[in-house]
T-cell receptor, first 114, second 111 residues
Framework: DTGVSQNPRHKITKRGQNVTFRCDPISEHNRLYWYRQTLGQGPEFLTYFQNEAQLEKSRLLSDRFSAERPKGSFSTLEIQRTEQGDSAMYLC????????????FGPGTRLTVT | GESVGLHLPTLSVQEGDNSIINCAYSNSASDYFIWYKQESGKGPQFIIDIRSNMDKRQGQRVTVLLNKTVKHLSLQIAATQPGDSAVYFCAENGNDYKLSFGAGTTVTVRA
């Protein structure tokens, strides 16, 4: 399977714990995006990488959130001191610069904070 | 603020009939629009896209119409099948990277 993959698919954590999610984009894509989706809503943009450079962060991305893409390939999204309001589906997408604007999404990581 | 939205949150359609899903956008600078389909527990799946210099684009069983005068986008699905049951999102891309999504329309196909 050469699509976007995300791990884990599900994560249940207690409030105050730290969690880290991983995204592996399509191999030839140099752009990588993180979105958050809550129940009944469309995905909301969080942040975006071009190669290893993080080019924009949404106001939704509080100081407790950090994303990295150290080698321009896979990316991690860490949430520190999780809160119940962080419960959501975290989606990763990738695209190729210079190609179609189409973004290919992974299956998402569903986070539940208890 | 500027946003992309859908007219109706739910749509029930008889199997074999045509479906029309509508979307209104407010950012007149948007130059690219995409329709995504999302099934339960999965990420959004690309259906079809259209650039702002086009009025209509057709794919397999799907057609997207863009009316820039009234900032309206629609997705038509021909001969709707049970496998078309999902949530459909329109999204805009105004500046080459992030997508802005509407809230989605849940399509239910009746047998």
């Amino acid at each position: 399977d050469t699509g976007v993959s995300q791990n884990p698919r599900h994560k249940i954590t207690k409030r105050g714990q730290n969690v880290t999610f991983r995204c592996d984009p399509i191999s030839e894509h140099n752009r990588l995006y993180w979105y958050r989706q809550t129940l009944g809503q469309g995905p909301e943009f969080l942040t975006y990488f071009q190669n290893e450079a993080q080019l924009e962060k949404s106001r939704l991305l509080s100081d407790r959130f950090s994303a990295e893409r150290p080698k321009g390939s896979f990316s991690t999204l860490e949430i520190q001191r999780t809160e119940q309001g962080d419960s959501a589906m975290y989606l990763c997408a990738s695209s190729q610069e210079g190609g179609s604007y189409e973004q290919y999404f992974g299956p998402g990581t569903r986070l539940t904070v208890t | 603020g500027e946003s992309v939205g859908l007219h109706l949150p739910t749509l029930s359609v008889q199997e074999g009939d045509n479906s029309i899903i509508n979307c209104a956008y407010s950012n007149s600078a948007s130059d690219y629009f995409i329709w995504y389909k999302q099934e339960s527990g999965k990420g959004p799946q690309f259906i079809i896209d259209i650039r702002s210099n086009m009025d209509k684009r057709q794919g397999q069983r799907v057609t997207v119409l863009l009316n820039k005068t009234v900032k309206h986008l629609s997705l038509q699905i021909a001969a709707t099948q049970p496998g078309d049951s999902a949530v459909y999102f329109c999204a805009e891309n105004g500046n080459d990277y992030k997508l802005s999504f509407g809230a989605g329309t849940t399509v239910t196909v009746r047998a």
